[in-house]
């Protein structure tokens, strides 16, 4: 038996190993495919499409939508796309006119870059787009900061801003001190 059975050691590095394999393949598309490469929002869409695989986001744009078709209440509240934002902030910020599901509005919260660009505009509408602080966006953005999540983001930040840093480095940009 190992000796840190029942400890919850050997999950929590096993998740850690899959976040950093998730963290090598997640930054660097960002940090190409993005038009304002920004860590804090980079880090969250990291984050959120860890802990919200690809069958549990499908799962979501089941029920959302199945709420269309119903007229349900509680499709404002409805947490979408890759960095899960609320339908309710989608619409508020104009990248969607309706929380009502159709293929083209499915196609849009589904965007990795539509989820980044919303996300840093829901960011620095919070005033967090440059925030140090993993503790004050995961408050923001999730309404608490729990210390799995914090540390996740924490991880992810300072992955993205190392990655950013490189991209500049290659791209003959010269990094100030």
Request: aromatic content about 8%.
């Amino acid at each position: 038996m190992s000796r840190f059975a029942g400890s919850g050691v050997g999950p929590r590095l096993a998740r850690r190993r899959r976040f950093e394999w998730h963290l090598r393949r997640v930054l660097p598309w960002l940090g190409r495919h993005v038009e304002d490469p920004n860590p804090n929002a980079m880090a969250l869409v990291a984050v959120e499409t860890f802990v919200r695989p690809l069958p549990m986001r499908m799962a979501e744009y089941a029920a959302w939508c199945a709420g269309s078709l119903r007229g349900s209440p509680w499709l404002e509240t409805l947490s979408v796309g890759p960095a899960q934002i609320q339908l309710a902030n989608w619409r508020r910020l104009g990248a969607i006119p309706d929380v009502r599901f159709t293929p083209a509005r499915f196609r849009r919260v589904r965007d990795r870059r539509s989820s980044y660009r919303v996300c840093l505009e829901l960011l620095a509408e919070g005033g967090l787009a440059n925030s140090p602080s993993a503790a004050a966006l995961a408050r923001c953005y999730t309404g608490a900061a729990e210390t799995p999540y914090v540390d996740l983001l924490e991880n992810a930040r300072v992955r993205a801003v190392a990655h950013l840093a490189r991209l500049g480095a290659r791209r003959g940009g010269m990094l100030e001190s």
